[in-house]
Antibody, heavy 120, light 108 residues
């Protein structure tokens, strides 16, 4: 069965950095694009970033461009999100999600989420 | 960026009711739309992809329709486990991929 398990969340001061990980299992990780999506407390879903199955293309939301970097290690079946210059408005639960089919589309599996709190 | 507007933002209904949620895109997105269900403290769950295709394992009381700019999610007969928040998502034009603001479905 497909499993996505995020880790790395926590409390960080404004301007600080954090790296999130998403460990994938139950499917051929190297064959699918992956996304990060976040949800601020009590708010809706916000797409953050996408990486193609082979890492060749990456896309970002304007709100994180230049501060966040998505990457993957297909040998370790792991997705990453490096978050720098964190702001209070980055406080959210961060989910990793798998694309249902190659080429960007619906997200058929999601992790349980990891909470990032940016606060002094 | 393509904006998605869901209506209503919240809805009260009873078990057994037929419920329809709409999602309007700010420009045409063909059939590149999905619907998700999210319960408190849980990750979203995919219900419908490509506007009208039912994801495997999702009950047949859920259905989706539409193309272009106007889409609907219909629940034919509400069950107790269906009370949740529903989101539409477009992936026709990216970045960014965008979500609607959500529709909270509550028990009447």
């Amino acid at each position: 069965q497909v499993q996505l398990v995020e880790s790395g969340g926590g409390v960080v001061q404004p301007g600080g950095s954090l790296r999130l990980s998403c460990a994938a299992s139950g499917f051929t990780f190297s064959s699918y694009g992956m996304h990060w999506v976040r949800q601020a407390p009590g708010k809706g879903l916000e797409w953050v970033a996408f990486i193609r199955y082979d890492g060749s293309n990456k896309y970002y939301a304007d709100s994180v461009k230049g501060r966040f970097t998505i990457s993957r290690d297909n040998s370790k079946n792991t997705l990453y999100l490096q978050m720098n210059s964190l702001r209070a408005e980055d406080t959210a639960v961060y989910y990793c999600a798998k694309e249902r089919r190659r080429g960007v589309g619906a997200f058929d599996y999601w992790g349980q989420g990891t909470l990032v709190t940016v606060s002094s | 960026a393509i904006q998605l507007t869901q209506s209503p933002s919240s809805l009260s209904a009873s078990v057994g009711d037929r419920v329809t949620i709409t999602c309007r895109a700010s420009q045409g997105i063909s059939s590149a739309l999905a619907w998700y269900q999210q319960k408190p403290g849980k990750a979203p769950k995919l219900l419908i992809y490509d506007a009208s295709s039912l994801e495997s394992g999702v009950p047949s009381r859920f259905s989706g329709s539409g193309s272009g700019t106007d889409f609907t999610l219909t629940i034919s007969s509400l069950q107790p486990e269906d009370f949740a928040t529903y989101y539409c998502q477009q992936f026709n034009s990216y970045p960014p991929i965008t979500f609607g603001q959500g529709t909270r479905l509550e028990i009447k």
